[in-house]
């Protein structure tokens, strides 16, 4: 989190000037904390992948495991150059890498337009390299789809919301809509942060604006 005196950098990184990583896995739980469901997998047939990025991932986190119809979350980097980052490397800047969550979800029991809806609504996705007092690369709004179904519900929500954004007066969303790249899951100590440490830091904070969606029209209020 930026507040604990790591660099805030709002540029994203050349492939050329990222840190180079690793080739070995950063070691991380193996299940949740909450649901003892395995981080990793393998998960149960048909159901379906989700990636997010909005700001601390440990408050982002909380919002999808106490959603319906989650089987699993876990806590990682994303959307970078550097393979295996740390922490600490995702932090300085260097890595281009978003703080994300990987929810794994049961499509039997929630859709993906539901998990856009938590996700619109539980933070500003307006602000660019930051997200409350996080300002940084790794804090800014991001979808990562793993289908052209998930793309096209992710677009239509975000021209929805983008137009009732405006009518409060906020400015356009800055939230980036890219193929899911690569998934690294965090260190331990952040899997489930907060319900390991129930006072611990969250910074996330809504617009305040609901949000009501699905694949074919997008109708906010």
């Known amino acids: 989190m930026a507040l604990f005196g790591f660099g805030k950098k709002i540029t994203m990184p050349s492939g050329e000037d990222a840190l180079p990583g690793r080739a070995q896995a950063i070691p991380t739980a193996q299940k949740h904390f909450i649901k003892h469901t395995s981080l990793k997998g393998p998960y149960p047939d048909g159901f379906q992948k989700a990636l997010f990025g909005i700001g601390c991932f440990w408050g982002a986190e909380r919002v999808f495991w106490q959603g319906e119809g989650v089987h699993v ?3 990682g980097y994303a959307g970078g ?3 295996n980052a740390t922490y600490e490397e995702v932090c300085s800047g260097k890595t281009g890498h978003n703080e994300v969550v990987f929810v794994v979800f049961d499509p039997a029991k929630t859709s993906y337009e539901a998990l856009l809806k938590l996700f619109w609504e539980s933070h500003n996705p307006t602000q660019g390299m930051r997200q409350g007092n996080d300002v940084g690369t790794q804090y800014r709004s991001g979808i990562y789809t793993y289908s052209d179904e998930q793309n096209a519900a992710s677009q239509i929500s975000k021209a929805g919301y983008e137009k009732a954004l405006g009518r409060k007066g906020f400015g356009p969303i800055s939230t980036e809509i890219l ?6 899951f965090a260190e331990d100590y952040h899997q489930q942060y907060l319900a390991k440490n129930p006072s611990g830091y969250c910074g996330l904070g809504g617009t305040g604006v609901s949000c009501s969606i699905g694949t074919k029209e997008s109708t906010v209020v």
Do not use: H, L
């Open 73 to 75: 979350t876990a806590v």
């Open 81 to 83: 150059f550097t393979p």
């Open 179 to 184: 193929p899911a790249p690569e998934f690294y």
